[in-house]
């Protein structure tokens, strides 16, 4: 194998954030821009001569000419093997599985997950360690350090590899396979769920479903698992064939983005059930007929019913939840006396309890939900979990939640974001708001008494590493909260994320209007942070 050493200047912005390097495309193309990233990963792990490398990513814009490049770095300094999705095509969560199946050393992801795709829109990079996870943060702040002076990369003197041919090939003593994208995803998903059932509630038309891929990844894999595997009608997947676009959308599963299925689920002739993933497969939003299921909930109805589905008929050793996500699961560990971990953003937080086996579920309140089948968060997964429930318990989704609530209390939960701020005001904003934690609890706003204010920092109780300033943590002595955290996965100036939770136990009063319901913490988080005065905005950008 012929191997040149390319000469390169270091770039001083590819710092891994929440998930991976995400930036423009325009940022990829500079000269060097991805090589340099590769091979900084690749300097700063070690012991992976001849092993194994997976390779895919969510199809969009700038995906195959990366993995050619990829394919050439990773084959000059010295992978033996490499496992690609045909196409160049993985799911994240298939990605994390076949990492895992294959005892992989590790995997490239790219994706900018749920952001749009193009030439003037995002492109992403993560690394996956060989639990299937993402790299743990002493992993990519070594990535960042490397990246900051690095002045050279390897790339092999080779051909295009055919991405579209599937099997094996060995290229100057470099094995590639070329693997369909979805068999090995869709073989997992059969030893967890009951298909069986499926199969029948779904020939027999008690489940009608849509599912909505938002033209990216998870087409392939809902059309063989839902229509192939399970009889659902074609029509019921929608948006299914990955474009390099997203069709000029944000691939992003929420009612804003996903309104096409927003719009069937609210209609009068809506399916029992509904669901949608994000760019890369990972995300999922659950709705049923007139329903949607806040992540926070759906999180907790998964825990609270487990049991009822075949791959957690044993039980769950514990739950974990995101900082900011809402305590409905912690309400559903007390009652059933399982641990309940609460972590920073980011799914990479879940591997080493998940690994430990000290949790079988987990999720966040950025609409990811997932097991320890996998080390990503799991979109496909999650649509199958609540169909295979709505299966025995032959309830629909609505009637899943209330009960729930019924049993549980509802905490009413919304996420408010102000996007593209002014760095410099994010950050004042984020002083302000931690000059004032001494002094806020005791204080009284209207019914809401302070009982807690800190910043949140975690401690891994598997491996005691330490993650601190993860955000703004308020407590209300009636079990509500506020939280405020800078994104990290954003890729102009910063967001800010409020985050609104109320506890409800009073079964009367579970119907409400999050929005009404949450009006006076609304109000008090403005007072306590002031982005609206700092920033002249009225408004949210988002409201989920
Ligand atoms: C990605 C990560 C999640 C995280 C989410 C929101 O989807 O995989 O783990 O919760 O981003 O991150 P952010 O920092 O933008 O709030
Ligand atoms: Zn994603």
């Not at 998903?189 to 779904?202: H, N, P, T, V, Y």
């Not at 009889?231 to 474009?243: D, K, Q, T």
């Not at 049993?407 to 000059?435: P, W």
């Amino acid at each position: 194998m012929q191997i040149e050493t390319i000469n390169t200047h270091s770039y001083d912005d590819q710092n891994p954030g929440t998930s991976g390097l995400r930036k423009k495309v325009k940022i990829f193309q500079q000269p060097g821009y991805l090589e340099n990233f590769v091979q900084a990963i690749f300097d700063s792990l070690e012991d992976f001569s001849g092993k194994t490398l997976v390779l895919g990513g969510d199809g969009r814009y700038f995906n195959r000419t990366a993995i050619q490049s990829i394919i050439k770095i990773a084959a000059a300094n010295g992978f033996g093997e490499l496992i690609i999705g045909q196409g160049g095509l993985l799911s994240t969560p298939a990605a994390s599985n076949i990492i895992r199946k294959y005892k992989a050393f590790g995997g490239l992801v790219l994706s900018a997950s749920h952001n749009p795709g193009g030439p003037n829109e995002d492109f992403g990079i993560k690394y996956n360690v060989s639990n299937g996870g993402p790299a743990p943060e002493k992993y990519t702040h070594a990535f960042f350090k490397r990246s900051q002076v690095i002045d050279s990369y390897k790339i092999a003197v080779m051909e295009d590899v055919d991405l579209d041919q599937l099997g094996t090939q060995q290229l100057d003593g470099m094995t590639i396979k070329i693997i369909d994208p979805v068999s090995d995803y869709a073989e997992l998903m059969q030893s967890l769920f009951d298909f069986d059932l499926l199969k029948q509630s779904i020939g027999s038309g008690y489940i009608t479903l849509l599912f909505d891929a938002m033209s990216a990844i998870t087409g392939p894999y809902a059309k063989r698992i839902l229509v192939d595997l399970l009889g659902a009608s074609p029509n019921s997947v929608i948006n299914a064939e990955p474009l390099e676009d997203f069709g000029g959308h944000h691939p992003d599963p929420n009612l804003a983005h996903a309104h096409e299925l927003a719009e069937a689920m609210f209609s009068d002739d809506a399916p029992t059930f509904g669901a949608a993933s994000d760019g890369d497969g990972d995300r999922n939003m659950i709705t049923g007929k007139q329903i949607f299921v806040t992540p926070s909930d759906s999180l907790a109805i998964m825990a609270a019913n487990a049991h009822l589905i075949p791959a957690y008929a044993k039980g769950l050793a514990g739950v974990a939840r995101s900082m900011p996500t809402s305590q409905a699961v912690d309400r559903v560990a007390a009652k059933y006396n399982i641990p309940c971990f609460e972590t920073p953003t980011g799914w990479k937080f879940f591997g080493n309890l998940l690994d430990a086996g000290k949790i079988t579920l987990c999720g966040e309140e950025s609409f990811g939900t997932g097991s320890d089948h996998v080390r990503e968060k799991d979109g496909v997964w999650a649509a199958l979990f609540w169909l295979n429930l709505i299966a025995v318990k032959r309830q629909s989704v609505a009637e899943i939640v209330h009960e729930h609530w019924q049993t549980f209390g509802r905490d009413i939960y919304s996420r408010h974001d102000y996007e593209a701020v002014d760095a410099t005001i994010a950050k004042g904003i984020v002083e302000h708001l931690c000059g004032q934690l001494p002094i806020l609890p005791g204080q009284h706003f209207g019914e809401y008494e302070i009982s807690f204010a800190d910043e949140f920092s975690y401690t891994d109780p598997v491996d005691g590493s330490v993650s601190s300033n993860q955000g703004v943590r308020i407590g209300f002595t009636n079990g509500s909260r506020i939280v405020f955290r800078l994104s990290g996965t954003g890729t102009v100036g910063a967001t800010l994320r409020i985050y609104l939770e109320r506890f409800e136990p009073d079964t009367t009063k579970h119907n409400q209007d999050a929005q009404t319901a949450l009006a006076d913490l609304i109000d008090l988080a403005e007072q306590l942070c002031e982005v609206k005065k700092r920033t002249g905005r009225t408004e949210p950008d988002v409201v989920t």
